[in-house]
């Protein structure tokens, strides 16, 4: 078995050991196409190529890392996507999240705060060929208010609280995943969704760790218990 089996297989026996969070046995089959499709390697230095396909977050520098590949997959399912969506990302990191995702929808816009991390990023998207991905330094806190409203919002980095901008650019019957919670402790990952009428219905899904959302919402409230 090669090591990008081993990671699929991996992937699916943690869905199962966590079906009673997530409601499913199985993710949607286009996800799992979509990670085998996109070569992690590629989106990890050189020196730590040997565990791209390790089911583990991996470090990227800056002290950040590209997420574990079952949290990847989970809340890309989470996310509900069609093949004409238009997804806004938060935490481009290493850009593996935002190839993902541009595997499965129309366009994707995806917003790092660190210069270094979104410059390699925009490199290797563009090296592999991914034209549908948009990325912008800064903090995604505010969201992209000239691309919204969005089909789907996935926050890759722990906020304390739900920032009110990416409530506000979620179209009607849109997803946000986002985790909320305290740096490098108790997380919580999160789905909001715009109702009909406007209001915001909220579910918690199962406990992570994250980095955390830096810039305005962290600088805000760092400390406060988000729940
Ligand atoms: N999605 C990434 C990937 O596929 O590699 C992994 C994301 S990493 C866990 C979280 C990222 O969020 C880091 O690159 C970090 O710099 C970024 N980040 C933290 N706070 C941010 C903010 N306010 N706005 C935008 N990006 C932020």
Request: with cysteine; net charge negative; hydrophobic share 40%.
């Amino acid at each position: 078995m090669n090591n990008l089996q081993r990671m699929l297989n991996d992937i699916e026996m943690e869905v199962e050991l966590t079906h009673n969070f997530i409601g499913k046995d199985s993710l949607d089959k286009r996800v799992m196409a979509a990670i085998k499709q996109v070569p992690r390697h590629q989106f990890i230095p050189e020196e730590l190529h040997y565990c791209a396909y390790n089911n583990g977050p991996v470090p990227i520098g800056s002290g950040q890392t590209i997420s574990q590949p079952y949290i990847v997959a989970m809340m890309s399912d989470l996310l509900n996507t069609k093949p004409t969506d238009i997804i806004l990302e938060i935490g481009t990191g290493s850009g593996y999240q935002a190839a993902i995702l541009a595997e499965l929808v129309k366009q994707v816009y995806s917003i790092e705060i660190i210069e270094g991390l979104a410059d390699k990023a925009h490199s290797r998207l563009n090296k592999l060929g991914y034209n549908n991905v948009e990325l912008r330094t800064g903090d995604g806190y505010f969201g992209w208010p000239e691309h919204a409203p969005f089909d789907g919002i996935i926050v890759t980095a722990a906020a304390p609280y739900i920032p009110r901008p990416l409530l506000d650019q979620l179209r009607v019957n849109a997803r946000l995943v986002i985790p909320v919670g305290f740096p490098y402790s108790y997380q919580e990952l999160i789905v909001a969704e715009k109702m009909a009428n406007g209001e915001i219905e909220t579910q918690m899904i199962l406990g992570v760790s994250f980095v955390p959302l830096t810039g305005k919402c962290y600088a805000e409230a760092p400390h406060k218990a988000p729940f």
